[in-house]
């Protein structure tokens, strides 16, 4: 197969991380040098908009149906919620050090933000926007993944030369 660039679309400072929600017209980019993410049109291949959520946006991550981008601010300590449908931003959750990776639950109930600074993951319920819970997982984390049934959390301690397993249904970290 032959590809091309076909289009260059001008962004924000160091550009670090893309993402295009299900069913969404819009790619999001975490501007890493700066505290945006861009909005491109994917249809108009042109950038729609910047969006302030935060020094150092790290990583982003969309509900499961496509209507929320959960951007995580390392600078900031913090997780911006975008509405995909107006590109506003609508609720900013807390808790917990140097935001970096997230994942969320398989039934989107759940956000799962990697805390770098503080080793551990809050556990952010999607609707209500707020932490509801932490679960330490070892030294300098950074990033996470679930596995396909929502049950187990494996996360990446980049100091500890690990990887936690979390068993959700207790949220502890494997082995004890």
Known sequence: MRAAVVATVPVGQGPAQLLAPPG??????????EDTVSVIDAVARREFARIR????????????????LLVNSFGEHTTAVIDVATNQ?????GEGRGRHGIVISPDGRLAYAV???SDDVSIIEIGS??????????????GAALTPDGRTLYVANSAANSVSVVDLATGRPWPR
């Open 24 to 33: 969404s017209r819009w790619v999001y980019v975490g501007n890493a040098g």
């Open 53 to 68: 959520v935060g020094r150092s946006p790290t990583r982003l991550a969309a509900t499961p149906d496509g209507r929320f």
């Open 89 to 93: 931003v609508v609720a900013v959750v």
């Open 115 to 117: 805390n770098n600074l």
């Open 129 to 142: 926007w707020r932490v509801i819970g932490a679960i330490p997982v070892g030294r300098e984390p950074f």
